[in-house]
Nanobody
């Protein structure tokens, strides 16, 4: 599975931003797509994910502000971020949880920087 993220950039406090991530390769092996982020100087953390049946989960810090959606026809997952805060500044990574010949793996895309100005 290959993942290509896009859409990062600089946004003002309170503004919106949408990230996109296109999946390719063994699409049929994917059971969930999601996003992680890594703030400067901190560990990587889960933002949220959505399964093939549409079930989603979010970190408490983003609930009500961020929404993950999928375009199943295009194999794209989106992260709509609203009411952004400076503490949302991070490198964002899209992920795919997919079956492999030996079990399950979490695949990572390249990161995309999101910077929220105060």
């Amino acid at each position: 599975v290959q993942l290509q993220a896009s859409g990062g950039g600089l946004v003002q406090h309170g503004g919106p931003l949408r990230l996109s991530c296109a999946a390719s390769g063994s699409i049929g092996s994917i059971n969930a797509l999601g996003w992680y982020r890594q703030p400067p100087g901190k560990q990587r953390e889960l933002v949220g994910s959505v399964t093939n049946d549409g079930s989603s989960n979010y970190a408490d810090s983003v609930k009500g502000r961020f929404t993950i959606s999928r375009d199943y026809a295009k194999n794209v997952v989106y992260l709509q971020m609203n009411s952004l805060k400076p503490e949302d500044t991070a490198v964002f990574y899209c992920t795919a949880h997919a079956r492999t010949s030996t079990g399950w793996s979490l695949y990572w895309g390249q990161g995309t920087q999101v910077t929220v100005s105060s």
